[in-house]
């Protein structure tokens, strides 16, 4: 069994920073994709940012020049750096990650809010 563990949530004010950690341990094989999701208050999860084995990522446009998504392969780590919040970034944020033969895991969830 994969487990993920999500870190670095919390309360910030508007144009404040907050940088999110995710450590994936146990049986971890080759880990393919590893991504950021979230899900505000009554609205349907959504991907915030992408970055395969190689590095290549994928910004949802709404965070694009604000977050920045990064990966340490030998920690089988993925990192969120989010800069500029906003309000609508309030949300529970997800790691999830996809391993080569197709197995994805997801973490638990950490709460970012940000208030105005």
């Known amino acids: 069994q994969v487990q993920l563990v999500e870190s670095g949530g919390g309360v910030v004010q508007a144009g404040g920073s907050l940088r999110l950690s995710c450590a994936a341990s146990?049986?971890?094989?080759?880990?393919?994709?590893m991504s950021w999701h979230r899900q505000a208050p009554g609205k349907q999860r959504e991907s915030v940012a992408i970055i395969s084995r190689s590095g290549g990522t994928t910004y949802v446009e709404s965070v694009k020049g604000r977050f920045t998504i990064s990966r340490d392969n030998a920690k089988n780590s993925v990192y969120l750096q989010m800069n500029s919040l906003k309000p609508e970034d309030t949300g529970v944020y997800y790691c999830r990650i996809v391993d080569s033969g197709g197995q994805s895991t997801w973490g638990q969830g950490t709460q970012v809010t940000v208030s105005s």
């Open positions: 146990g049986r971890v094989f080759s880990i393919n994709i």
